[in-house]
């Protein structure tokens, strides 16, 4: 029990420095700085949504508290934009919330206990595993992504290393069961699944059997599924991915979280949704008034326009053309394979350091030459020699730029 001056387990080893330790490094160096750590865009909002836009208009009530289940626009907006994309979601099965980061937390705070564990399918969004550690549960690290190509070791050859699922069946020199490696991470303090697919950091998308897979194993050790569905609108392939909660196992075991951030730009606005079976939500709400009561309601109407107009979905597909541009870039740049959603490229530092060199110290040489990069390890501890980059966090000229001088420094 921590008295004065002790402070709560639960908060150690959590830090705001997550994504900024080489930052400084690059602002120090006196060369351009290309913050390309930090998953965001360089666009605009769709200008409906914009607060331009709303500050044209007078709402009545616009300041006022918003529903703690959320703004009733919004939440028909949400209903209207499931039903179109995956499948009906009932009103009262939805939570709005401010952000996903909050939402995930909201839904940890209603599922786990402290001592209960959470299989990580790794490599992860970095946050997830402070927000479980936050609800003194524990989170089970399980990578299920390989490298498929030899390395070119201590070289500065192109290298042909790239990431692949290797779940449900897909071809792999290692013979990778996703099932049989889930029991293997099960214990009897398991108690939900999070997943994130599209995947950040890597880009894979789940297919059906790996989705079979991952359900089936859910619905035989009663277990919960955490589903982040923060990259599901930013797909390069056709046809769109099968959300991972829409298989009917899943439907009663799963909480979802969906937001605004990533599809539409509108990371500043802080707003995010959650939908599950009514007896969590119910739960969810309750924890909302607690926590943060309701989501900002002039976001909330911007939200909605987002989700109910012409102008969103146009701003989508401008989006997904210009992501997949400079998807293509990074990807030819760094010699891997274009991902095939996402703003990610998730890449091995292995054959691109020098004798005796550390993956840190070469991200920290990247960083002094003004790319900031963010360090695979706070994806996941099996992938400290890998490193993620951002490659929608800046217009296309100035990626452009960012990739020349990573290129000079990796292949010189």
Sequence with gaps: MPRYPRFSQASDGLSAQVYTSLLGLAQASGNEVFPLHVGDTHLEPPESASVTALAEQRFVGLHRYADVRGEPALLDAIVGDLARRARPVARERIQVTPGGTSGLDLACRALLSPGDEVLLLAPYWPLIRGII????????????????????????????????????????????????????????????IYVNSPNNPTGVVLDEREVEVLARFAAEHDLWLLCDEAYERLSYREPAPVAVWAHPLLNERSVVLHTLSKSYGLSGARVGYLHGPEAALTRIAGLSTFATYCAARPMQVAAARALASEDGERWVQVARQQYET???MTAQALRVPTPESGTFVFFDTTALLLPGEQPHALLERIARAGVVLTPGSVAGKAYAAWARLCFTSVPLPTLSRALATLESVLYA
């Design 133 to 192: 550690s936050a609800c003194g549960a524990h989170a089970v690290e399980v990578p299920v992504y390989t490298e498929l190509a030899p390395q070119h070791a201590h070289t500065h050859e192109p290298h042909a290393s790239f990431l692949r699922s290797c779940a449900g069946g897909r071809p792999s020199t290692s013979g990778f069961d996703l099932r049989s490696t889930l029991e293997q991470a099960l214990t009897p303090r398991t108690t939900a």
């Design 326 to 328: 400079a998807a293509q």
